[in-house]
């Protein structure tokens, strides 16, 4: 069945540092990568999406390249701010075969120090 | 954007009685949703899609005579968990695809306790 993992957290950086949050992923088909986030007390919220190989996905400085060959999408930000503390879920689903449940990694909590 | 509104947000009940969780579509129809459980530290685990006009499908491992579906209108899906005990105190969250789109718009979650 289709699966996500990501990175384990919770994962701490200083404002401006670089942020990687990676997301690895297996599907049966040909599914399309999200990468939701969740600020505290907040509803999830698509933050960006890909949904074919090498496509980037890119959303409030936040970037993700759809990665066939190793099956990845990882999220990147060049410099984080304190309002990007929030927890972020990798995401997955197979649209072609009319299926739109998400498959969701385990979330990645992100806290920025000033 | 669309608006998924849940509620309520917070839910205190005693063991062996039944709560009822609104999912309402505000300003789109969704005749899907979904309904997912979250536990402290994990991911969010799919427990059923609510189908408007029919019956839900359960994922498998959830017992459908404890959490009942019903998906009443376009805009309204509910979970009635019942017979609550301790075990089921966890964070439920529904959401709705947006029409003619495969983007997901989630409620902001219901924290059920069962004391």
């Known amino acids: 069945g289709d699966s996500v993992t990501q990175m384990e957290g919770p994962v701490t950086l200083s404002e401006e540092a670089f942020l990687t949050i990676n997301c690895t992923y297996t599907?049966?088909?040909?599914?399309?990568l999200f990468w939701y986030v969740q600020y505290p007390g907040e509803g999830l919220q698509l933050l960006l999406k890909?949904?074919?190989?090498?496509d980037k996905g890119s959303n409030k400085g936040f970037e993700a390249t759809y990665r066939k060959e190793t099956t990845s999408f990882h999220l990147e930000k060049g410099s984080v701010q304190v309002s990007d503390s929030a927890v972020y879920f990798c995401?997955?689903?197979?649209?072609?075969?009319?299926?739109?449940?998400?498959?969701f990694g385990t979330g990645t909590r992100l806290t920025i120090i000033p | 954007g669309a608006v998924v509104s849940q509620h309520p947000s917070w839910v205190i009940c005693k063991s062996g009685t039944s709560v009822k969780i609104e999912c309402r579509s505000l300003?789109?129809?969704?005749?899907?949703m979904f309904w997912y459980r979250q536990f402290p530290k994990q991911s969010l685990m799919l427990m059923a899609t609510?189908?408007?006009?029919?019956?839900?499908?359960?994922e498998q491992g959830v017992e459908k005579d404890k959490f009942l579906i019903n998906h009443a209108s376009l805009t309204l899906s509910t979970l009635t968990v019942t017979s609550a005990h301790p075990e089921d105190s966890s964070f439920y969250i529904c959401s709705a695809p947006g029409q003619g789109t495969d983007i997901q718009y989630f409620g902001a979650g219901t924290r059920l306790s069962v004391l």
């Open positions: 300003d789109f129809q969704a005749t899907t």
């Open positions: 995401a997955l689903s197979e649209p072609l075969f009319g299926n739109e449940k998400l498959t």
């Open positions: 890909a949904t074919k190989a090498d």
């Open positions: 609510s189908n408007e006009g029919s019956k839900a499908t359960y």
């Open positions: 599907a049966t088909g040909y599914p399309s």
